[in-house]
């Protein structure tokens, strides 16, 4: 596949802020984690969720809600994209596993109650296709349009989608990205797996208890024009070890980011920044602490950003390729804030700038990892191209 994929416009929505400038602000300088501690998705057991308190935009369900926030911000240069290609030369692929499940838990609510759903609920509005047909609506583009469901890695492989789409000259350009709402189903859901933490999420640390679960969403739209952001590298593996944990050695998460590697032409020492997948679990920091070291050795800066935003699921891999992105636009060489209790745990591989603050120079590549249930893997690698300003 052709590595001419460049990143253009982008706008998302997280605990960290209702918009990019608010994203930015607090990705590089946060002493506290805004996520809010409530049992509103766990009745009578308190947790801290990533939650989004003030959504800006009102739509059938709280997922597009959240995608109609971000989506207004780009429609100016849908518009422009629409009067160059046409409207069916732009695609839209996106990530989701919640939909409007939301929704759904209330409208199953009330007819357990009453006997009949709400006038407003319809159960398209939980179908896994929702998300992207609501956007190609809203924008009025009329080129391919689906929703990618693999659990946490589904924000990441939307822009691996778009990217094959523009590749294959199906499109001229793609929006992609992803979006997930809090909903009961997810949170008591992890609850079950007894993967969620009572605390603020502690990545990699010794004390590390589970995740916390949060929401968000993010869209960038994707074409073949270059730009300040290159999608350098994209690779996806699958282990097929488990339904839910990770195989114990990484060697799938190895194997994405070998790929990745790959197909940028590039060796490891090139890469100036991983944003981890770093979820707090056990089992997922153990072993994609194996795998990073293995591929990069232990100098590697690099770090998680789940306890500033949650693990918002679907939209994590767009919203995570998003902070490598705004990381490669500063001049500074700021990182991403990593929020732990810097207690490194003996038994994970050494990753000597695990949660680094900044390296000397600005940066070139930074790679966002994403790994999901099933063994389902996804590394992609964000470029700053040389003849564009940085920040």
């Not at 409208?107 to 939980?126: D, E, K, M, R």
């Not at 010794?206 to 993010?218: D, F, L, S, Y």
């Not at 952001?229 to 282990?239: H, V």
């Not at 770093?278 to 072993?287: H, L, S, V």
């Amino acid at each position: 596949m052709t590595s001419q994929c460049y990143i253009h416009e982008v706008a998302a929505i997280c605990a960290l802020g209702q918009d990019l400038q608010a994203i930015n602000a607090q990705l590089f300088s946060a002493q506290a984690s805004p996520l809010v501690t409530t049992d509103s998705y766990s009745p009578g057991r308190a947790l801290p969720l990533g939650l989004v308190e003030q959504l800006p935009q009102r739509a059938d369900t709280r997922n597009n809600a959240l995608l109609l926030s971000v989506a207004t911000k780009l429609a100016p240069t849908v518009e422009l994209l629409k009067a160059q290609y046409g409207a069916d030369r732009i695609g839209i692929v996106l990530g989701s596993s919640t939909s409007g499940i939301a929704e759904g838990e209330v409208a199953v609510a009330a007819h357990l109650q009453t006997g009949s759903f709400p006038p407003a609920y319809h159960y398209t509005q939980q179908e896994i296709a929702a998300p992207s047909e609501f956007l190609a609506r809203t924008l009025d583009t009329r080129g391919p349009a689906w929703t990618i469901s693999t659990a946490c890695t589904s924000g990441a492989k939307a822009l691996a989608s778009g990217a094959r789409l523009l590749a294959l000259g199906v499109c001229d350009a793609v929006i992609v990205g992803g979006a997930d709402s809090l909903c009961h189903l997810t949170v008591e859901g992890f609850l079950s797996l007894a993967a969620v933490s009572d605390q603020l999420c502690n990545p990699f640390s010794k004390n590390r208890r589970g995740i916390n679960i949060g929401e968000g969403a993010a869209l960038m739209v994707l074409t073949r024009v270059p730009g300040q952001i290159r999608l350098a590298g994209i690779g996806e593996t699958s282990d097929a070890h488990h339904i839910s944990a990770p195989e114990p050695e990484g060697r799938g998460a190895e194997a994405a980011m070998r790929a990745a590697l790959s197909m940028a032409a590039l060796a490891p020492d090139a890469v100036d920044y991983i944003n981890l997948h770093g979820t707090a679990t056990e089992q997922n920091d153990r072993m994609e602490s194996y795998a990073v070291a293995r591929v990069f050795g232990p100098d590697i800066a690099c770090g998680s950003t789940k306890a500033l935003t949650g693990h918002t699921l679907g939209a994590a891999g767009a919203l995570e390729a998003v902070f490598c992105l705004l990381a490669l636009q500063r001049a500074d060489g700021a990182l991403p804030r990593q929020l732990w209790d810097g207690v490194a745990d003996p038994e994970l591989a050494s990753l000597k700038n695990l949660g680094a603050r900044k390296v000397n120079k600005p940066l070139r590549y930074a790679m966002s990892n994403s790994f999901a249930f099933g063994g389902n893997n996804i590394s992609l690698i964000l470029e700053l191209c040389d003849d564009q300003p940085t920040r």
